[in-house]
């Protein structure tokens, strides 16, 4: 199952985080999962919300350059090695992660992490064939 | 349709008799009557009775911007103010604004230029028309109106701004031109899109573009949005305002009104006339103005100009689109860089937008800087950092490969550019020389 990210461009300038955060926020947009790429001059936000349609019509039209991007959530052994047992198979079957990062929380006594992959389709035909359990869109409205 | 056909389509000796005829009459008119063109025609040695004949131009001496500012507010005018029927003023950068004053007589020449501009663009009488130039001191506006009533058309003086209110306005009375600056026609298509609007399916048909230089491709870029036909308009306040010159349906050039705008192309520097077809600055006397007849007066546009019949009939010199400004022109590390060509670069890009800023900058016993911002537009958009630093990189190459100098490109949010509703402002230059 996929789940929809968020990205959002935003130039290195004071209270532009704070504008996207206070924007969904004050319009009811919970953020599940977060992260900041930077370069010198801009980032690109990357967030799981619950209501991600809302939320990219919402960042629109309020001039925000924004984009869906497919991600998968991923369960994992919140213990340590846990991350390195999911990533040993990953690259056992040649799947390639672009980027990921941590949900805040966690329906289990798991973690849960957001992975984007270069191929998507393939890595989660990969994770169900190990039966990793892979993080459904309801699931995370329900968080 | 051509609204002077007797003069718009006059061979080219018979235009001359006439431009030489009203050049004799300018010569002592303006001699007596202004102090300050008195002292530079004495000071050049030429005197009234010599200048028989519009070749005779020649011999007179140059009109500047600094000759504006230098004399304002009274000083350039020939006629006394009992006889001013209306004032426009440019904003000044620096220093004093520059001021223009219109007898009534001037005031009904810039109607008819204009008329024969929207003519020139493919108006007909009972067309609509709706005028998004800046009314008021700005000469945009008003002279537009001027023209379009003196043209028979129906006209939606919506002036500039307010873009949701104009492009209801467009939906409800349905004009078939638009005139406004070609910064200002783009960015009205992309909030008809955030407004649900589908701009290839508005209700503009002719677009009259002007007060700013605009490119080749940003028409085509015009074109492709609205559906439309965008023709460029010519003209700047100290001579008229809008209504200098226009280009027709065969957008090959922009046809001077030179029975009473007569147009010369010299050489920035030396002054010297340069030969048709090569790039100069664009001279004009005002052959029939009263209020502040000019005497070729350097307009700063870098132009060519070319005196073949077009095959829309008309036989008036026509002028390229304004290839440079010698004044926006700016010079870095040597080498002459100019907005346009910035914006090409970016039109040629797939996904990018014309939306940029120069900024030029110097640190202290360095080299100049050059940084370009470029908005983020949704198409090329991507959640990887690595892909935007694509986009970045083939924007900075093909910008280096133009210009010849290396350049700092920054990706911006989008509308953080100062978008005009009025003229852009394409370049910043912080040195301090």
């Known amino acids: ?143 | 349709m051509i609204w002077k056909e007797n003069v718009e389509c006059a061979a080219r000796a018979d235009l001359k008799e006439l431009q030489s005829g009203y050049l004799r009459k300018l010569i002592p008119y303006i001699y007596n009557n202004c102090a300050v063109y008195r002292r530079k025609l004495d000071a050049a040695g030429v005197k009234p009775d010599q200048i028989k004949s519009i070749d005779d131009i020649k011999r007179l001496p140059i009109t500047t911007k600094e000759d504006m500012r230098d004399n304002y507010p009274y000083g350039l005018f020939s006629a006394p103010q009992d006889q001013i029927a209306e004032i426009h003023v440019s904003s000044g950068t620096t220093g004093n604004p520059t001021l223009v004053g219109y007898t009534r007589d001037d005031v009904k020449l810039w109607g008819e230029v204009m008329a024969r501009a929207f003519c020139c663009a493919g108006a007909v009488p009972g067309d609509t028309i709706q005028i998004a130039y800046g009314y008021g001191l700005f000469t945009g506006g008003l002279g537009s109106h001027y023209g379009a009533l003196e043209m028979g058309l129906r006209i939606l003086p919506t002036s500039s701004g307010q873009t949701a209110r104009q492009l209801k306005l467009m939906q409800d009375f349905k004009p078939r031109i638009i005139a406004c600056t070609p910064s200002y026609v783009l960015y009205m298509a992309e909030e008809a899109k955030a407004m649900g609007i589908d701009p290839t399916q508005g209700n503009w048909k002719i677009g009259v573009f002007g007060a700013e230089p605009w490119s080749e491709s940003m028409r085509r870029e015009i074109e492709a949005a609205w559906n439309m036909l965008a023709t460029d308009i010519y003209g700047l306040s100290e001579i008229i305002g809008p209504g200098v010159a226009q280009e027709c349906h065969y957008k090959d050039g922009l046809h001077v009104f030179s029975d009473v705008f007569y147009p010369e192309i010299l050489d920035p520097t030396t002054r010297e006339e340069v030969p048709e077809g090569q790039s100069g600055e664009l001279v004009i006397t005002t052959l029939t103005k009263q209020g502040i007849p000019l005497i070729r007066y350097g307009t700063r546009d870098i132009v060519s100009i070319r005196y073949d019949k077009c095959r829309c009939g008309r036989t008036s010199p026509r002028i390229s689109k304004i290839k440079g400004r010698t004044d926006d022109m700016i010079v870095v590390r040597g080498i002459n860089v100019f907005p346009s060509q910035i914006e090409h670069v970016l039109v040629g890009i797939e996904g990018t937008q014309p939306h940029y800023q120069i900024i030029v900058d110097r640190q202290a016993r360095k080299l100049d800087e050059v940084e370009v911002l470029v908005e983020v537009e949704q198409r090329f958009f991507s959640d990887e950092i690595k892909q935007l630093n694509v986009i970045r990189e083939k924007i900075r190459k093909e910008i280096e490969n133009v210009l010849s100098i290396g350049v700092k490109v920054t990706l911006v949010e989008p509308k953080t550019i100062a978008r005009s509703e009025g003229k852009a402002k394409r370049i910043v230059d912080k040195r301090t020389l």
Do not use: W
């Not at chain 1, 019509?57 to 984009?67: D, G, I, S, T, Y």
């Not at chain 1, 998507?120 to 409205?141: C, G, N, P, S, Y």
């Open chain 1, 1 to 143: 199952m996929k789940i929809t990210q968020i990205s959002v461009f935003l130039e290195n300038r004071k209270g532009r985080l704070y504008d996207v955060c206070s924007l969904l926020g004050a319009h009811g947009v919970n953020i599940r999962a977060l992260t900041i790429a930077e370069t010198e001059s801009f980032g690109v936000l990357r967030i799981v919300v619950d209501k991600s349609e809302a939320a990219i019509k919402l960042l629109r039209e309020n001039q925000f350059v924004a984009n869906f991007t497919d991600v998968v959530a991923i369960e994992v052994p919140d213990q340590p090695g846990g991350l390195a047992s999911i990533l040993k198979i990953l690259s056992e079957h040649d799947v390639n992660i672009e980027y990921m990062y941590g949900f805040v929380e966690k329906f289990s006594d798991k973690a849960l992490l957001v992975m984007r992959f270069e191929d998507t389709d393939f890595a989660q035909q990969v994770l169900a064939k190990q039966k990793i359990h892979v993080v459904t869109e309801k699931e995370i409205e329900g968080l």
